[in-house]
Nanobody, 125 residues
Framework: QVQLVESGGGLVQAGGSLRLSCAAS????????LGWFRQAPGKEREFVGV????????KYADSVKGRFTMSRDNAKNTVYLQMNSLSSEDTAVYSC??????????????????WGQGTQVTVSS
């Protein structure tokens, strides 16, 4: 069983940065690939990125590549999403998720085994 709790969301001006955190419970944290998804009002859920259990591989959506960076600290059971050069297009509820499936399988329609409750990110223009 893995429980996920996101933090770090808030209001930021366009061009600014935020760092989201996702803290996990459970002793098997390092086995799981951890990912971020986001959903804006009236839009479908969008895959943001996934990081493998060891942290050795990270896959990003094209929309965030070069601006967002995922990392994880298995000693702290936490995964991070550093978001730079934010624009209004990044406004959404960001949720982290955990699953054992291969990182290549991750995408917008993936139903992960565990989900956090989400944290709101609002970018003002």
């Amino acid at each position: 069983q893995v429980q996920l709790v996101e933090s770090g969301g808030g209001l930021v001006q366009a061009g600014g940065s935020l760092r989201l955190s996702c803290a996990a419970s459970g002793r098997t944290f390092s086995r799981y690939n951890l990912g971020w998804f986001r959903q804006a009002p009236g839009k479908e859920r969008e895959f943001v990125g996934v990081i493998t259990g060891s942290g050795g591989i990270v896959k990003y959506a094209d929309s965030v590549k070069g601006r967002f960076t995922m990392s994880r600290d298995n000693a702290k059971n936490t995964v991070y999403l550093q978001m730079n050069s934010l624009s209004s297009e990044d406004t959404a509820v960001y949720s982290c998720a955990a699953d054992l499936r291969l990182y290549r399988a991750w995408g917008a329609e993936m139903e992960c085994e565990y989900w956090g409750q989400g944290t709101q990110v609002t970018v003002s223009s």
